[in-house]
């Protein structure tokens, strides 16, 4: 059974990172796996935590509406850490998920500690937040 540094390895958007970084991000995370019909976060609330997906797929709602499906590589909750805002959207699991959980503190951790993991959540939260 692969583990979770193996997971991030296999993901393209971890082809720059260095493979202390990886391993960095996977020691600060906790492997968790959640059921699909699971809500990860919910709209119009404090940024306490993000997940990274590593096997699942995810929609993000707004008001109840789709705007986005994400999946394996792909992160969630980490915008609102970064702005220091609220929540702008729902997310909850298509199917089952096996994700990094983060706390809000580990995020930021995981900013000051690695720049292109900084760089990387800038730039989508960048893309993500109106």
Known sequence: MPTTTDRLHQLSRFDDLSDADVAMIANA?????IPEGWSLIWEKTPADKAYLILDGEVS?????????????????GEAAIVAHKL???????????QVLHFTAD???ELI????RFRDALEQTTRERLP
Do not use: H, Q, W
């Open 29 to 33: 995370g906790t492997a968790v796996t």
């Open 60 to 76: 993000v709602r707004r008001e109840g509406v789709e705007i986005a499906r994400l999946g394996p590589g792909d992160t969630v």
């Open 87 to 97: 929540r702008n959207a729902s997310v909850v699991s298509l199917t089952a998920l």
């Open 106 to 108: 580990s995020v930021r």
């Open 112 to 115: 000051d500690a690695s720049p």
